[in-house]
């Protein structure tokens, strides 16, 4: 069996702290778009590495053991990466590519150093927040706007941005223009209420979409199977 474990986590940059063990001979995860980069710690390899935003479904087979992981809110990974969003985006990445000097290896020593899995995601969630680069202040208001299902245009002009200013800024937060991002948060939000047990019609309805059809249409782009498949 594979364990998995979400917590909250003390730094408003990111979702939560996570952590899973996985056996040896586990199958394949299918990790989907959710507009949120993650930086993960797997402790018997020794790896630190960054899983971008994500723009298609992911699957990935992972080595048995531990992994530990902070996620960033949508939006606020470059606070911790020192990178834009689309740097990542679609990448899984060693977390020393991205960070100047030996920063990232004192880190992985750091957490080999770590008795039990809460010491390991604190210790990582407060480095990666204390780097603390610039991010988009315009963030929150950016997403609220773009939850709304707000056209591009009409984003745009709320902000004072050109559409132009706003595709720019918009891939450096999060990896996606706003287009893109929009479509992968109406889909989060579906995939959420679907796990909960919400029938597929009231889902649609729920996260936005024109219909059934059209939720059917997005969950197989994006995770490249049906809702009941991915479910």
């Known amino acids: 069996m594979t364990e998995y474990a979400e917590r909250p986590s003390a730094h408003e940059v990111f979702v939560c702290t996570w952590s899973r063990t996985m056996p040896a001979g586990a199958p394949p995860t299918h990790v989907v778009p959710d507009a949120c980069a993650d930086v993960l710690w797997h402790r018997e390899s020794g790896r630190l590495f960054v899983a971008g935003p994500d723009t298609h479904a992911h699957r990935t087979s992972l080595s048995a053991g531990l992994l530990v992981a902070v996620r960033f809110q949508p939006g606020r990974a470059p606070s911790g990466l020192g990178v834009p969003s689309s740097a990542v985006r679609d990448e ?11 920063r990232a290896r004192r880190l992985a020593d750091d957490l080999a150093a770590t008795s039990t899995v809460a010491q390991a995601e604190r210790l990582l969630a407060d480095s990666v927040a204390g780097l603390r680069a610039e991010w988009d202040p315009a963030v929150p208001r950016l997403m609220s706007l773009v939850r709304r299902g707000e056209r591009v245009a009409a984003v745009a002009d709320a902000l004072g941005w050109t559409v132009r200013q706003l595709h720019r800024r918009s891939l450096a937060a999060f990896g996606y223009g706003p287009k893109t991002l929009q479509r992968v948060l109406r889909f989060d939000r579906a995939l ?14 729920a996260s936005g979409f024109a219909d059934q059809a059209h939720l059917a249409r997005d969950v197989k782009a994006f995770s490249g199977v049906s809702m009941t498949a991915l479910l």
């Open 192 to 205: 959420r209420l679907a796990r909960d047990g919400t029938d597929l019609a009231s889902v649609a309805y």
């Open 92 to 102: 899984r990445v060693d977390l020393d590519q991205l960070w100047p000097g030996d």
